[in-house]
């Protein structure tokens, strides 16, 4: 059947997604700069994406690194609603010239977003 093929392909793409994401915050928690950011803006875009544009918030976090300089970057992580608050402190993970969102929210989700695959596959596979 279409639909079970659309779903087998959905818990796969969902499954690797989660397994990327799990492995990148494990590369990231691992090697990089763990440090505690301030939310100093969110700047609003339009985005488009799959041909529908959307207004993201995307914060912008100011931290100390390693060396003691100040830093400042735009996170990659938006939504469409305020995520996070100017004046806000964040657990960030500071790896590459980049930062990435850190703590346990994260990675339950990430791990959340992985069992909801596995589940999706299973589901299929005992039909």
């Known amino acids: 059947m279409e639909s079970d093929s659309f779903f087998t392909w959905l818990g796969l793409l969902t ?18 700069y763990h440090a505690e950011g301030v939310v100093v803006e969110l700047m609003g ?12 918030y995307f914060p912008v976090i100011e931290f100390t690194d390693a060396r003691n300089e100040s830093k400042r970057f735009v996170m990659d992580v938006g939504s469409n609603f305020e995520l996070y608050t100017v004046g806000e402190r964040v657990p960030i993970v500071y790896y590459r010239n980049n930062i990435y969102p850190a703590g346990t929210p994260w990675k339950v989700f990430y791990l959340l977003l992985t069992l909801f695959g596995f589940g999706i596959l299973l589901y299929q596979l005992m039909k």
């Open 15 to 32: 499954l690797a997604a989660g397994l990327y994401f799990v492995l990148r915050d494990w590369v990231h928690t691992r090697y990089g």
């Open 45 to 56: 875009k339009w985005v488009k994406h799959r041909g529908r544009k959307s207004y993201l």
